[in-house]
């Protein structure tokens, strides 16, 4: 037994010096992979690295006849998703000891055969379009151009370019001006730069030598070199990442005051919501409850009247004024809202749709929030964007986990206004109850994920079709399967269970405070226009987008022009804000409806909230069109895919808050009102 332990921790500490221990020692292997090309203008046109004709050393990484070239990494479901491929470059770089800090060391270089038409093609190409290509060292990225556009070179040795690239686009200027024709010229010599502190590597700079630029035609042979140096430094390793982030764009000014001026839009809509609806609510309340005392003056009451009642200005009583007789008041009737109290709570049309997807949207949000918690809490588990895939994880892991959510969400929904339906008013209706749970059931599980698996696999094919990394692997699709079938299934069946038998009526049999009539009450036409919800709609998603769309340019940014994310706590406060800003224009959308005897609420709320996704959608062309260069059928679907999906996500997760925050709303104002 002792012998067995004693080879394990030999074992373990053979493997403690890696780039997941991120820890070295002098004499150490240190890996440098490669991992994608594609144009600079289009993130999601990647390709891997080895579809240019780059070559490889002859190391036992690559060997020429192991047939072992293409191995891949072995990649996280994360990485796959994220359209990681990396391939080990076939350099070994060496962790330094004292006595080689600071020299140039030059790796083994490697030769191409002679180019081929279609080789040659694919550089000039690359030259053409700006590609770059990515690399990796300890889990840190670095980037490098493939190649420039250039005159003749040869015929301008004597201007001695160096390695300052000024000197070439001078040149390329000039050429330009003369009309003359650009030649792709592809780089064949790297520096890499790796700046480590004691066993830690801390920063990696890698630089291309324009003296080393070489014009591609065909038969030409490249020959690629890598030289290395070691540096030290006394940065800490947990703040290498931080010349990745750009701090001076992120943390701008503007940033700044666009949280604030979006704070300062949810203090006036909750002062507007306190001056008009309460304010409002308060004198209708005053009039019904003069009403009610009247009637009950009429009616014998035994209930005790205020002694002191309301004067008009004459000091006469206003019940004084009021007509006699156990009819309703005429005050009462002039107020829209309390018109419709036996209908305010009528189920809605399409109520298993409806239940589904506010189930959706509240995993949505659970899903929202608890990814962006995860996030902010960085500092405590590592910063999120220091480690491929690690965003990627945290999603799947609280999407399935909160098909709990969706489900009881759906369920306990569907069991609040199902009483209020023919059918489940029906004794006799066991089958149809039945039949409609088992509708919101499927409905729940499958809606979500239809959508994206509808335009995943749409995007899916034009990548497969075109090449590019980008593409979900037949193995990572069949994780995400079983993830769904073994995980997100059960728990969102289980959630519906439990909202089924929730008691949602606390000691009251009827969990709503006013009965339902039995005749649906007649919708007035003669409205004003600020009573139809049409008119409405479009004003609160407004309100809504004007509240996130500066941080909205910084989310796009992100996710398009190679800047890491990393103000998570800008963008929970914004998740706030937009939160509140949201559940107080819905409410104000809804009361202006009600006041208009339009008891069709609870579309209408979820409409106002999820309008906000239209200006997503808008704005996401506008950031095509005048803030990328994105160009193709690749980027342009990918694009369009992606925002479509972004923009139906933010839709269905306002539109729920909205619901909710009408929901609230009106079951306040309404068991105020005692219906005789």
Same mark, same amino acid.
């Given at each position: 037994?002792?012998?067995?332990?004693?080879?394990?921790? $030999?074992?373990?500490?053979?493997?403690?010096?890696?780039?997941?221990?991120?820890?070295?020692?002098?004499?150490?292997?240190?890996?440098?992979?490669?991992?994608?090309?594609?144009?600079?203008?289009?993130?999601?046109?990647?390709?891997?690295?080895?579809?240019?004709?780059?070559?490889?050393?002859?190391?036992?990484?690559?060997?020429?006849?192991?047939?072992?070239?293409?191995?891949?990494?072995?990649?996280?479901?994360?990485?796959?998703?994220?359209?990681?491929?990396?391939?080990?470059?076939?350099?070994?770089?060496?962790?330094?000891?004292?006595?080689?800090?600071?020299?140039?060391?030059?790796?083994?270089?490697?030769?191409?055969?002679?180019?081929?038409?279609?080789?040659?093609?694919?550089?000039?190409?690359?030259?053409?379009?700006?590609?770059?290509?990515?690399?990796?060292?300890?889990?840190?990225?670095?980037?490098?151009?493939?190649?420039?556009?250039?005159?003749?070179?040869?015929? $301008?040795?004597?201007?001695?370019?160096?390695?300052?690239?000024?000197?070439?686009?001078?040149?390329?200027?000039?050429?330009?001006?003369?009309?003359?024709?650009?030649?792709?010229?592809?780089?064949?010599?790297?520096?890499?730069?790796?700046?480590?502190?004691?066993?830690?590597?801390?920063?990696?700079?890698?630089?291309?030598?324009?003296?080393?630029?070489?014009?591609?035609?065909?038969?030409?042979?490249?020959?690629?070199?890598?030289?290395?140096?070691?540096?030290?430094?006394?940065?800490?390793?947990?703040?290498?990442?931080?010349?990745?982030?750009?701090?001076?764009?992120?943390?701008?000014?503007?940033?700044?005051?666009?949280?604030?001026?979006?704070?300062?839009?949810?203090?006036?809509?909750?002062?507007?919501?306190?001056?008009?609806?309460?304010?409002?609510?308060?004198?209708?309340?005053?009039?019904?409850?003069?009403?009610?005392?009247?009637?009950?003056?009429?009616?014998?009451?035994?209930?005790?009247?205020?002694?002191?009642?309301?004067?008009?200005?004459?000091?006469?009583?206003?019940?004084?004024?009021?007509?006699?007789?156990?009819?309703?008041?005429?005050?009462?009737?002039?107020?829209?809202?309390?018109?419709?109290? &036996?209908?305010?709570?009528?189920?809605?049309?399409?109520?298993?749709?409806?239940?589904?997807?506010?189930?959706?949207?509240?995993?949505?949000?659970?899903?929202? $929030?608890?990814?962006?918690?995860?996030?902010?809490? &960085?500092?405590?588990?590592?910063?999120?964007?220091?480690?491929?895939?690690?965003?990627?994880?945290?999603?799947?892991?609280?999407?399935?986990?909160?098909?709990?959510?969706?489900?009881?969400?759906?369920?306990?929904?569907?069991?609040?206004?199902?009483?209020?339906?023919?059918?489940?008013?029906?004794?006799?209706?066991?089958?149809?109850?039945?039949?409609?749970?088992?509708?919101?059931?499927?409905?729940?599980?499958?809606?979500?994920?239809?959508?994206?698996?509808?335009?995943?696999?749409?995007?899916?094919?034009?990548?497969?079709?075109?090449?590019?990394?980008?593409?979900?692997?037949?193995?990572?699709?069949?994780?995400?399967?079983?993830?769904?079938?073994?995980?997100?299934?059960?728990?969102?069946?289980?959630?519906?269970?439990?909202?089924?038998?929730?008691?949602?009526?606390?000691?009251?049999?009827?969990?709503?405070?006013?009965?339902?009539?039995?005749?649906?009450?007649?919708?007035?036409?003669?409205?004003?226009?600020?009573?139809?919800?049409?008119?409405?709609?479009?004003?609160?998603?407004?309100?809504?987008?004007?509240?996130?769309?500066?941080?909205?340019?910084?989310?796009?940014?992100?996710?398009?022009?190679?800047?890491?994310?990393?103000?998570?706590?800008?963008?929970?406060?914004?998740?706030?804000?937009?939160?509140?800003?949201?559940?107080?224009?819905?409410?104000?959308?809804?009361?202006?409806?009600?006041?208009?005897?339009?008891?069709?609420?609870?579309?209408?709320?979820?409409?106002?909230?999820?309008?906000?996704?239209?200006?997503?959608?808008?704005?996401?062309?506008?950031?095509?069109?005048?803030?990328?260069?994105?160009?193709?059928?690749?980027?342009?679907?990918?694009?369009?895919?992606?925002?479509?999906?972004?923009?139906?996500?933010?839709?269905?997760?306002?539109?729920?808050?909205?619901?909710?925050?009408?929901?609230?709303?009106?079951?306040?104002?309404?068991?105020?009102?005692?219906?005789?």
């Amino acid at each position: 037994m002792m012998k067995h332990f004693l080879l394990c921790t $030999a074992a373990l500490a053979t493997v403690g010096a890696d780039e997941y221990t991120h820890r070295y020692k002098a004499g150490d292997k240190v890996d440098l992979w490669v991992n994608k090309v594609g144009p600079y203008a289009n993130p999601q046109e990647a390709y891997e690295y080895y579809i240019l004709p780059y070559c490889a050393p002859d190391t036992r990484h690559h060997p020429d006849n192991a047939g072992i070239f293409n191995a891949l990494k072995a990649h996280s479901i994360g990485e796959a998703l994220g359209g990681h491929a990396l391939r080990h470059s076939g350099h070994d770089l060496v962790f330094p000891s004292e006595t080689t800090i600071g020299e140039m060391s030059v790796l083994e270089a490697c030769t191409t055969q002679p180019l081929k038409d279609n080789e040659v093609q694919l550089f000039a190409t690359a030259a053409e379009d700006q590609w770059f290509y990515q690399m990796y060292v300890d889990d840190l990225p670095v980037w490098g151009m493939v190649g420039e556009m250039l005159p003749d070179l040869e015929a $301008a040795k004597g201007e001695k370019f160096g390695s300052d690239l000024s000197h070439l686009e001078e040149a390329v200027a000039r050429h330009e001006e003369m009309g003359g024709e650009l030649k792709p010229y592809v780089y064949t010599k790297r520096i890499l730069k790796v700046s480590y502190n004691q066993d830690r590597i801390i920063k990696v700079d890698l630089t291309s030598d324009p003296a080393s630029l070489t014009e591609v035609k065909p038969g030409v042979t490249l020959k690629f070199e890598l030289d290395i140096q070691w540096e030290k430094t006394s940065t800490p390793f947990h703040s290498r990442f931080d010349r990745y982030l750009d701090h001076a764009f992120f943390k701008h000014q503007i940033h700044w005051f666009s949280i604030f001026n979006s704070f300062m839009m949810v203090l006036f809509l909750m002062g507007l919501v306190a001056l008009i609806l309460l304010r409002t609510l308060r004198k209708d309340y005053a009039r019904y409850a003069l009403a009610h005392g009247r009637k009950d003056v009429e009616h014998g009451s035994d209930d005790d009247v205020d002694e002191e009642e309301e004067m008009d200005e004459n000091g006469k009583p206003l019940l004084a004024d009021r007509p006699s007789g156990g009819g309703p008041m005429t005050g009462v009737e002039d107020s829209g809202w309390k018109q419709v109290h &036996g209908d305010v709570f009528r189920a809605p049309k399409f109520l298993p749709l409806l239940a589904a997807i506010l189930g959706t949207g509240w995993q949505i949000v659970t899903l929202c $929030a608890g990814v962006v918690l995860f996030a902010v809490a &960085g500092p405590l588990h590592g910063a999120v964007h220091e480690e491929r895939g690690e965003v990627m994880h945290a999603i799947l892991v609280c999407y399935s986990l909160s098909s709990i959510v969706a489900g009881y969400a759906s369920g306990s929904y569907f069991k609040l206004y199902f009483a209020t339906t023919p059918a489940g008013r029906s004794k006799a209706g066991g089958t149809g109850n039945a039949t409609q749970w088992q509708l919101v059931m499927a409905l729940t599980v499958v809606l979500l994920p239809t959508i994206l698996a509808a335009v995943l696999f749409v995007l899916n094919g034009i990548a497969l079709a075109y090449g590019t990394i980008y593409y979900i692997p037949f193995l990572a699709m069949m994780k995400l399967f079983f993830l769904w079938v073994f995980v997100s299934v059960p728990l969102c069946i289980l959630g519906t269970l439990l909202g089924r038998h929730a008691k949602l009526g606390g000691k009251k049999s009827d969990p709503f405070p006013c009965r339902v009539n039995a005749i649906p009450r007649p919708i007035p036409d003669d409205i004003p226009w600020y009573g139809v919800p049409a008119n409405l709609i479009p004003f609160a998603g407004l309100l809504s987008f004007g509240s996130i769309f500066i941080e909205l340019y910084y989310i796009l940014t992100s996710l398009w022009n190679y800047k890491f994310y990393h103000v998570y706590g800008f963008l929970l406060g914004v998740y706030t804000i937009l939160i509140l800003v949201v559940c107080m224009t819905t409410i104000i959308v809804v009361y202006f409806c009600l006041n208009s005897e339009n008891y069709l609420w609870q579309w209408t709320a979820f409409y106002s909230g999820g309008s906000t996704a239209l200006y997503v959608f808008l704005y996401s062309i506008y950031y095509f069109t005048f803030k990328t260069s994105m160009n193709g059928l690749v980027q342009t679907a990918f694009y369009f895919g992606y925002m479509l999906l972004i923009s139906l996500g933010l839709g269905t997760l306002c539109g729920t808050l909205g619901h909710w925050a009408a929901s609230k709303f009106v079951r306040t104002i309404f068991q105020n009102v005692k219906v005789d």
